[in-house]
Each structure stands twice: as C-alpha cells, then as structure tokens.
C-alpha cells in the first residue's frame, strides 16, 4: 500500500528530475561552446585533440583589444552613471521629482527599440566627431544604462526606512548629508545591482558598438562578428571568444551574488 509519504517523495523526485532536464537545455550549449572552444579549427572534437591554441590566438590578436576595449567601456559607464542614477533615482523616490511624468519618461527610454535611436545616433556621433572613439561608445551606453540604473535605484530607495531620515533630520542634519552618510552606505546591494546591470548592458551590446566603433575601438561582439567570414563560420574562434567574454562576467557575478540578489530583489517588494 502506497501512503501519502510515499506519493510525496515520489512527487519530489519527479519535480527534482523535471528541474534537471531543464536545466541541461541551458548546460548542454554551454558545454558544446567549451568543448569546440578546446578544439582545433574545422577538425572534429577528441579528447586526445584539445588545445588551448584558440585561446592564445585570440588574445594576441583583435579579440584582446575587443576585450581591453570593453572592460574600458563598461567601467566608464558604471563610474559615470552609477553616481548620476544614485542621486536621481533618490530624487524621485523620495522628492517626487518630475512627478510621475518625469518617472514615466526614464521608463519609456526602456521601451525603445534600439534600431529606432540606432541611425539618428550615427549621424549625430558622426556629426561630432565622436564615430570611432571609446569616449563616444562610452556617451552612447549612458543614454541607455542611466535610465535603467536610475530606475533600479528608485525601487530601492523607496524600500529604504525612513525613520532613518527622519531622526537624522531632527539631529539637524542636511538632505545631502542625510544621502551621502545615511542612504548611500546602506544601500550597497542595490549599489551593486545596479553597477553590474549597467556594466551587462554595455558588456553585451551589438547593434551601436557595430555602427559607432571603429577598427581601435571595437568591443569583444564585434570582434566576435568578425569570425563570420565569407569562407565560412570559425567555430572554434567564435567559440573561445564566447568562453573568454562569459568569464569575466560569471567571475563578477559569482563574487557579488549576495549583493546581486539582494538589491535585485529588496527593490521589488515595495
């Protein structure tokens, strides 16, 4: 006779089996990326076969640039705009700044697909001279990663105590004393969250670093768009440049997931 303990367990090993054969459709690629990255150009994969050569052409040619020039970048946007997003997303959190037409409009910046901003952003960048610099590329990531980094920070700081404020207020202090002593200190994890968001969203983007990048200043997509040559595709290339952009990133996360997860979630409960 089968209890109700029974079917419970039953029920679990089948749910703890279900989570595993989905989670091999994110792994399984993710293993094929490793193993062809290990292997030989246009050769068939063996274990007796793998090599690190892919790696060490990589980074001695275009793709080491690619990946200086994106680390360059996404640590500009995060230096940049992680100061702006903070101020501005305190500001209308608590200040109401703008009222809600204001707050509607960082969000809207959101909704905007790229390619609709992608041509009148060339010609402008073009206009300036700004086509072909990190600088430029730099200027253009703000304009997408400030909104969202401000928007991050805004569910954040609502979710921040204000009795903290407020006693801090009675002591005499300052709003901006109050924001920089008080708020900031204690609002690491959405910090966090917000500067690894902001430093995603220009480590991944294609579309404007393909159209205002030149030939010095081409981020690691680019680099790996050009292993789609007219002879064919460079797996093997296009695979351990695909290892080498995930590391750094897996790396960041790994190293401030506790931070991640929490100013991710602490900014949504509100």
């Given at each position: 006779?089968?209890?109700?303990g029974?079917?419970?367990?039953?029920?679990?090993?089948?749910?703890h089996?279900?989570?595993?054969?989905f989670?091999?459709?994110?792994?399984?690629?993710?293993?094929?990326?490793?193993?062809?990255?290990?292997?030989?150009?246009?050769?068939?994969?063996?274990?007796?076969?793998?090599?690190?050569?892919?790696?060490?052409?990589?980074i001695?040619?275009?793709f080491?640039?690619?990946l200086?020039?994106?680390?360059?970048?996404?640590?500009?946007?995060?230096?940049?705009?992680?100061?702006?997003?903070?101020?501005?997303?305190?500001?209308?959190?608590?200040?109401?700044?703008?009222?809600?037409?204001?707050?509607?409009?960082?969000?809207?910046?959101?909704?905007?697909?790229p390619?609709?901003?992608?041509l009148?952003?060339?010609?402008?960048?073009?206009?300036?001279?700004?086509?072909?610099?990190?600088?430029?590329?730099?200027?253009?990531?703000?304009?997408?990663?400030?909104?969202?980094?401000?928007?991050?920070?805004?569910?954040?700081?609502?979710?921040?105590?204000?009795?903290?404020?407020?006693?801090?207020?009675?002591?005499?202090?300052?709003?901006?004393?109050?924001?920089a002593?008080i708020?900031?200190?204690?609002?690491?994890?959405?910090?966090?969250?917000?500067?690894?968001?902001?430093?995603?969203?220009s480590?991944?983007?294609?579309?404007?670093?393909?159209l205002?990048?030149?030939?010095?200043?081409?981020?690691?997509?680019?680099?790996?768009?050009?292993?789609?040559?007219?002879?064919?595709?460079?797996?093997?290339?296009v695979?351990?440049?695909?290892?080498?952009a995930?590391?750094?990133?897996?790396?960041?996360?790994?190293?401030?997931?506790?931070y991640?997860?929490?100013?991710?979630?602490?900014?949504?409960?509100?």
């Amino acid at each position: 006779m089968v209890g109700p303990g029974s079917s419970n367990r039953l029920l679990a090993q089948l749910a703890h089996l279900g989570l595993w054969l989905f989670s091999l459709t994110f792994l399984l690629p993710l293993g094929w990326l490793l193993l062809r990255s290990l292997s030989p150009e246009g050769q068939p994969f063996s274990l007796g076969g793998l090599t690190l050569d892919n790696f060490v052409r990589l980074i001695q040619g275009p793709f080491g640039l690619g990946l200086r020039n994106s680390l360059w970048v996404g640590a500009w946007v995060v230096a940049l705009g992680l100061p702006l997003a903070a101020l501005l997303g305190y500001a209308l959190a608590r200040y109401q700044l703008g009222g809600h037409t204001l707050r509607f409009g960082v969000l809207a910046t959101q909704m905007l697909p790229p390619i609709v901003l992608a041509l009148p952003l060339f010609a402008i960048f073009r206009a300036l001279g700004w086509s072909g610099s990190l600088w430029g590329l730099v200027i253009a990531y703000l304009a997408f990663a400030l909104p969202f980094m401000t928007w991050l920070l805004m569910g954040f700081f609502r979710t921040f105590p204000r009795e903290l404020e407020e006693a801090a207020r009675v002591d005499g202090a300052g709003s901006l004393y109050i924001f920089a002593r008080i708020v900031l200190p204690l609002s690491i994890p959405g910090l966090f969250a917000a500067g690894v968001m902001g430093f995603l969203l220009s480590w991944n983007e294609f579309l404007f670093a393909l159209l205002l990048s030149g030939r010095e200043s081409q981020t690691v997509p680019v680099v790996l768009s050009t292993f789609i040559t007219q002879r064919g595709v460079l797996f093997a290339q296009v695979a351990a440049g695909v290892v080498l952009a995930v590391l750094p990133v897996a790396l960041l996360a790994r190293v401030i997931d506790r931070y991640l997860v929490e100013g991710l979630t602490m900014g949504a409960v509100k």
